[in-house]
C-alpha cells in the first residue's frame, strides 16, 4: 500500500491544493506545514505553467504571480526537500505534461522519487496515452492518480480499475472553480468506479464550504479543495498561513 492510499486508513482524506510559489515557495513551505496541522491527510502542490487548460481564473492567475516571482520546477524539488525534514505527508504534483515532458519524464521521476514526492495528477494526459508516462513513474514508484470526469461514461471502470494513490473523480463539467451547488450525479459516478477500483475515491473541483464536503465525504472517500485555498492566498498573500488553516480545520472538522 502507497504512502498516499494509507492517508484514508485515518477515516475521510482532506486533500488540499495549492500553487507552489503562489506568492513564493517560502509562503508555500509555511502554508505545507499549517495546512498538515490544521487536518489536511495530503497535499497536492500546483507547478505552476503558462497554459493550465484545467483551471479557472482564481488557480490561472496563482500560475501568474507563481511564475513572476521566479518559480521553476528546480526551486519547487528543493522547497519538498525541505518540507521533507519535518513532515511525511503525502505529497501530489499536480501538474501538465509539457513541463514534465521538458524536464525529461525519467529525470523528474527520478527527482520525485529522490525528494520524497509521492504522486502526480497530469490533467491533460488521456487515459489512452498514460503508458508513456506510467513507464516512469511506476519506474520511481510515483502513484500516477486519473481523473475521472461526469462525461467519462463507459471509461469510467477502465480508469477507475488502473488507477493508483486516488481516483480523482471530477465533481462538475468544466474547469476548477468555485460553484455554490454541485449538480452532477456524483453517486452513479462513485457507484460506477466503485465496481472495479482498488483505490480511494476522492472528489475535487467546486468544493468550498463545509456542508459540501460533510455531503460529499458520506458518499466519497475524500474531499479535494484547491479555489477556495488559492483565494485565500489571493487575498493575504504572505499572511495567509493563519487564515488558510483556520479554513482546513473548519473543512476538516465537517467531514468528521
Known sequence: MSKIQHAFKKGKAFIAFLTAGDPDLQTTEELVFEMVKSGADIIELGIPFSDPIAEGPV??????????????????????????????????????????????????????????????IIPDLPYEEKEEVHEFSSKYDIDLVPLVAPTSEDRIKKIADSA??????????????????????????????????????????????????????????????GSAIVKIIAQHGKDSAKPVGEYV????????
Open 59 to 120: 488557480i490561472q492567475e496563482a500560475d501568474v504571480r507563481a511564475l513572476a516571482s521566479g518559480t521553476t520546477p528546480e526551486k519547487i524539488f528543493a522547497m519538498v526537500e525541505r518540507i521533507r525534514e519535518k513532515s511525511q505527508v503525502p505529497l501530489v504534483f499536480l501538474t501538465y505534461i509539457n513541463p514534465v515532458l521538458k524536464y525529461g519524464y525519467d529525470a523528474f521521476f527520478a527527482k520525485c522519487n529522490e525528494v520524497g514526492i509521492d504522486g502526480i
Open 249 to 256: 480545520k473548519k473543512m476538516k472538522e465537517a467531514m468528521t
Open 164 to 225: 493508483e494513490g486516488y481516483l480523482y473523480i471530477v465533481s462538475s463539467l468544466g474547469v476548477t472553480g468555485i460553484r455554490s451547488e454541485i449538480k452532477t450525479d456524483l453517486d452513479s459516478i462513485i457507484s460506477i468506479a466503485k465496481e472495479t477500483a482498488k483505490v480511494p475515491l476522492a472528489v475535487g473541483f467546486g468544493i468550498n464550504t463545509p456542508e459540501q464536503a460533510a455531503k460529499i465525504s458520506k458518499i466519497a472517500d475524500g474531499v479535494i479543495v
